[in-house]
């Protein structure tokens, strides 16, 4: 893995989330759903995604630490690979030898999300055994005020207490392509809008209309 000059995705909300638009909130989220599509199209489960697993290079994030990752057909159940408890989906907390899917990967990458649009830890102040209780009853971080209705309904759908509801990688990827779309749009408007009413106060309030969201994700992540 190279040398990830931003450190891991917590590291990098805590130092950069004041900055960060949320133009670059859509792209780091697509990035990683990128990256989790690309391991379920070949039939690989990681098993332990949460924020620590994720390196951020120059700004772009990569996932990292294949330590408990086998294909799909394979068991991936002993309790010393559990991972950290915010990301762990209810069926797994309910039964510690249950065989981790790309399911499993989806409820995390759900946790995820919700923690690009807030800049926290999943449950930060709470203990670890409360933790495990409010995951069993189905009780979720609370969505961050002002975050796109439609975002918010991607990561809700990812962590949904029934794993057979839960969306496939693809479907997050492509959910994600449309909320980034609707947001360029968005600022777009906001921006010609703004330009009609008075030109000097789209200084004053920094419109960004960010572009490079649509680029092609790095091909070069690779499975190890």
Known sequence: MQFANNGNLREYLSVNFPRLQWSDKLGIAKNIACGLNFLHKYNIVHGNIHAKNILVHDGKPMIADFGVS????????????????????????????????????????????????????????????????????????????????????????CWNQDPTIRPDASLVLDRLEKVTQHHQLTQEHNLIKCKKMDPSLCNVFSIRIDYSLSETVDSSLTVS
């Open 70 to 157: 086998k294909l799909m057909k394979s068991d991936i159940s002993s309790a010393r690979s559990i991972g950290e408890i915010p990301y762990i989906e209810p069926e797994r907390l309910t039964n510690y030898s249950h065989k981790r899917d790309e399911k499993s990967d989806i409820y995390s990458l759900g946790v995820i999300l919700w923690e690009i649009s807030s800049g926290k830890r999943p449950f930060e102040f709470v203990q670890e055994r409360e933790i495990i209780s409010y995951i069993l009853n189905g009780v979720r971080e609370t969505p961050v005020k002002d975050t796109q209705t439609e975002y918010v309904e991607i990561y809700k759908s």
